[in-house]
């Protein structure tokens, strides 16, 4: 198997949909399908149940994620490993959130220009890590949201959203100006899997423990909310299907967009890092 043709099934696993994957992995969709295709003939099995509405991962295809999640973390560490013993000057960016993030934009142009002979890596990251893979070495700078645990961390703040509660648009509540999370005590929230950085589950849980489906993609939360009426957190501002609205809520604390590194990191490119996405976000 080609770890090529391994990220082409984790961004459809993770969408439940070839034209998000494509569009996420910058492709058109004939090409990723045929793939796809490929790499079922390749196992022997079917790892989708294709439909109208969009794909389910097939028994088979749900082992075949955490294998292929996995095997692309080593690969990434195998990279970087040999990249540091090469003497090349490289960066890998931990990526959480809206890639749309005009913060975001700013800082990648501030950082190219600052820094144009570096190769700068981007490794994107489900809702389930906000370090991005920080502590296990799979990049050298995180730039995510908190709250999270910050042992052995240096967490610079570079932005406060205030946030709102996503409702699907026909929702009661919808209209309303601002809601309490105490309002939507009696609703189903989407939750992260067990296991997920227990400060970062709080917070977007509002503070106490919800029953609702399990997510690990903001493309799943927000099918949540239009599939199953669910309800979640959202930092106010993001762009969002006309399906669904967004209510602000006047209890929870902002949502702080933070850049990361490992504590005591001598990498000068890293305190660069820091000091320019500083700049680029306070514009």
Not at 81 to 105: C, M
Request: a neutral charge.
């Amino acid at each position: 198997m080609e770890l090529r043709t391994l990220r082409y099934f984790v961004a459809v696993a993770e969408e439940l949909h070839f034209g998000r994957a494509a569009t996420r992995l910058h492709m058109s969709q004939p090409p990723l399908s045929r793939a796809i295709k490929r790499l079922e003939a390749e196992v022997g099995a079917l790892l989708f149940a294709r439909s109208p509405t969009g794909v389910t991962l097939t028994p088979v295809g749900s082992v075949l994620l955490d294998e292929a999640r996995a095997l692309l973390d080593h690969a990434e560490r195998v990279r970087v490993r040999v990249g540091a013993a090469a003497g090349v000057a490289t960066v890998t960016i931990g990526i959480l959130g809206d890639g749309t993030d005009p913060g975001a934009a700013r800082l990648a142009a501030a950082f190219r220009r600052s820094r144009p002979g570096v190769d700068i890596r981007i490794r994107e990251t489900d809702l389930t890590d906000p370090t991005c893979g920080l502590r296990v070495g799979l990049v050298d700078v995180a730039l995510t949201r908190a709250p999270f645990d910050e042992t052995a961390l240096t967490v610079r703040t570079l932005r406060a959203d205030p946030v709102g509660v996503v409702l699907r648009a026909d929702d009661p509540l919808a209209g309303r100006d601002g809601l309490r999370s105490a309002e939507l005590d009696d609703r189903r929230w989407f939750r992260f899997p067990q296991g997920t950085d227990p400060r970062w589950q709080s917070y977007w849980h509002g503070g106490r423990p919800r029953e609702g489906p399990v997510v690990r993609t903001v493309q799943e939360c927000l099918q949540a909310v239009l599939w199953n009426g669910t309800v979640g957190l959202a930092p106010l501002g993001h762009n969002l299907p006309a399906e669904l609205a967004v209510v602000p809520l006047t209890d929870i604390p902002p949502s702080r967009v933070v850049a990361a590194w490992n504590e005591g990191d001598t990498n000068p490119l890293i305190r660069s890092f820091g000091e320019i996405a500083t700049a680029a976000y306070g514009r």
